[in-house]
Nanobody
Framework: QVQLVESGGGLVQAGGSLRLSCAASGRTLRTYSMGWFRQAPGKEREFVAAISWSGSSTAYADSVKGRFTIFRDNAKNTAYLQMNSLKPEDTAVYYC?????????????????WGQGTQVTVSS
């Protein structure tokens, strides 16, 4: 069993930056690929970014490419999402997730464990 806890969300002005963290407990994240998803009010949960277990492969949604960076520190059992040049449309609850597949996965159905989410609000 893996427990995931996100942190780092908050209120930021458009153009600003935030770094989200996802700390894991229960088991090492070393054998899990990790992903970030987000869900805005009235919308479905959507893929944002994913990283393989080793960190050598990543994937991003088109809407965040060039602005967001996913990375991980397996020694700290933590994954991160660096978000730059934030836009109001990035406003959502952000969730981290862990998948037992070691490659990059973008489908939410491939993830086994989820955090509780952290709110990100970008004001215009």
């Amino acid at each position: 069993q893996v427990q995931l806890v996100e942190s780092g969300g908050g209120l930021v002005q458009a153009g600003g930056s935030l770094r989200l963290s996802c700390a894991a407990s229960g088991r090492t994240l070393r054998t899990y690929s990790m992903g970030w998803f987000r869900q805005a009010p009235g919308k479905e949960r959507e893929f944002v970014a994913a990283i393989s277990w080793s960190g050598s492969s990543t994937a991003y949604a088109d809407s965040v490419k060039g602005r967001f960076t996913i990375f991980r520190d397996n020694a700290k059992n933590t994954a991160y999402l660096q978000m730059n040049s934030l836009k109001p449309e990035d406003t959502a609850v952000y969730y981290c997730a862990a998948s037992s597949t070691i490659v990059v996965v973008t489908s939410k159905h491939e993830y086994d464990y989820w955090g509780q989410g952290t709110q990100v609000t970008v004001s215009s």
